[in-house]
């Protein structure tokens, strides 16, 4: 809950539940809530002026965990090469961590782990270093996609949704597209390195220390190709 000024609240809590046809309606609709949704406010209006509110007022737009993937990028990221430590460190532009996030839960998921032997679908927190691959399409020209819909697999969205990662990727394509546009060349042709050298010599280039968890990337790896894949 935020404080704002004039005495004003702003509270973000209000989890809709929906499945992936639903999120991907929403995505397509403009992200503005549904009749069943405001009709849930309804109920949250009565409890806040209930203890004190003078007035309130539902969001205009929702936040959409995530809707989907673009597909046709130069390298998809998974969840297993984030456990592995994502981008190699002699072309990384920086690293990250955050953990699996799938708070809400995904229904079916535990079922059909089950049924193929896994016992657990809880992973360690990856900390992966940073690229530009995953978010650069190979089939539209000079298009690029940094956001939760990128060109992750498997459980990568979930630790790859978070806007502090989607900044680092956003800056270094900035400098991609510079370098695209001296040197003539689509977008999807600039590669990790050649970014990664602009940030050496202008002293920008972050601390990379990405982590490899073989044995949990391992795991990983066998979840996703069995469950998420196919």
Same mark, same amino acid.
């Given at each position: 809950?935020?404080?704002?000024?004039?005495?004003?609240?702003?509270?973000?809590?209000?989890?809709?539940?929906?499945?992936?046809?639903?999120?991907?309606?929403?995505?397509?609709?403009?992200?503005?809530?549904?009749?069943?949704?405001?009709?849930?406010?309804? &109920?949250?209006?009565?409890?806040?002026?209930?203890?004190?509110?003078?007035?309130?007022?539902?969001?205009?737009?929702?936040?959409?965990?995530?809707?989907?993937?673009?597909?046709?990028?130069?390298?998809?990221?998974?969840?297993?090469?984030?456990?592995?430590?994502?981008?190699?460190?002699?072309?990384?532009?920086?690293?990250?961590?955050?953990?699996?996030?799938?708070? %809400?839960?995904?229904?079916?998921? %535990?079922?059909?782990?089950?049924?193929?032997?896994?016992?657990? @679908?809880?992973?360690?927190?990856?900390? &992966?270093?940073?690229?530009?691959?995953?978010?650069?399409?190979?089939?539209?020209?000079?298009?690029?996609?940094?956001?939760?819909?990128? %060109? &992750?697999?498997?459980?990568?969205?979930?630790?790859?949704?978070?806007?502090?990662?989607?900044?680092?990727?956003?800056?270094?394509?900035?400098?991609?597209?510079?370098?695209?546009?001296?040197?003539?060349?689509?977008?999807?042709?600039?590669?990790?390195?050649? @970014?990664?050298?602009?940030?050496?010599?202008?002293?920008?280039?972050?601390?990379?220390?990405?982590?490899?968890?073989?044995?949990?990337?391992?795991?990983?790896?066998?979840?996703?190709?069995?469950?998420?894949?196919?």
């Amino acid at each position: 809950m935020a404080i704002l000024p004039g005495g004003r609240l702003s509270w973000n809590a209000l989890l809709c539940k929906v499945n992936g046809s639903e999120a991907e309606e929403f995505a397509k609709a403009g992200a503005k809530p549904s009749a069943k949704i405001l009709e849930e406010m309804n &109920f949250v209006e009565t409890w806040l002026k209930g203890i004190g509110a003078k007035a309130v007022k539902p969001a205009s737009e929702l936040y959409i965990r995530h809707a989907g993937n673009i597909t046709g990028v130069v390298d998809p990221l998974y969840g297993s090469q984030m456990l592995l430590g994502g981008t190699p460190n002699w072309s990384a532009l920086g690293t990250f961590g955050y953990h699996f996030d799938v708070r %809400g839960g995904i229904e079916g998921l %535990g079922n059909r782990a089950s049924e193929n032997g896994i016992k657990s @679908v809880s992973f360690s927190k990856p900390i &992966f270093n940073i690229g530009i691959q995953h978010a650069q399409i190979k089939t539209v020209p000079n298009l690029t996609v940094v956001s939760p819909g990128s %060109g &992750f697999q498997g459980f990568a969205s979930s630790a790859g949704r978070i806007v502090e990662f989607n900044a680092g990727v956003g800056q270094a394509l900035g400098i991609a597209a510079i370098t695209a546009l001296l040197s003539g060349r689509n977008l999807s042709n600039v590669s990790n390195s050649e @970014v990664r050298k602009v940030l050496l010599s202008t002293k920008q280039l972050p601390r990379v220390y990405g982590y490899a968890n073989n044995n949990e990337a391992k795991k990983l790896k066998n979840f996703e190709s069995l469950l998420v894949l196919v």
